[in-house]
Nanobody, 124 residues
């Protein structure tokens, strides 16, 4: 059974930073793509960032480019989302996801496994 466990969410003031972590277990993700999505109250889940374990380009939503950085530690089977210059509109539940078939990174439907989510709240 594949498991993804997010951590690192919390409450932060606007302009602050948080680092989310997603630990993957149960399978070897060396060739998988990993993504972060978020969902705010009353809104649809939206793409934030994605990375392939084997390297290559990273993907970012326009709304987070230049502020968020996705990275991974293959040895730890962990992917990170460094979030800087946070804004109140970044408030959402953030989900980690794993794509075993290397589909289109920005589409939620491409991902096979999902974590339970971690709350990020940015106060103004």
């Amino acid at each position: 059974q594949v498991q993804l466990v997010e951590s690192g969410g919390g409450l932060v003031q606007a302009g602050g930073s948080l680092r989310l972590s997603c630990a993957a277990s149960g399978r070897t993700f060396s060739s998988y793509a990993m993504g972060w999505f978020r969902q705010a109250p009353g809104k649809e889940r939206e793409f934030v960032a994605a990375i392939r374990w084997s390297g290559g380009r990273n993907y970012y939503a326009d709304s987070v480019k230049g502020r968020f950085t996705i990275s991974r530690d293959n040895a730890k089977n962990t992917v990170y989302l460094q979030m800087d210059s946070l804004k109140p509109e970044d408030t959402a539940v953030y989900y980690c996801a794993a794509d075993a078939h290397l589909g289109i990174p920005v589409l939620a439907a491409s991902y096979d496994y999902w974590g339970q989510g971690t709350q990020v709240t940015v106060s103004s």
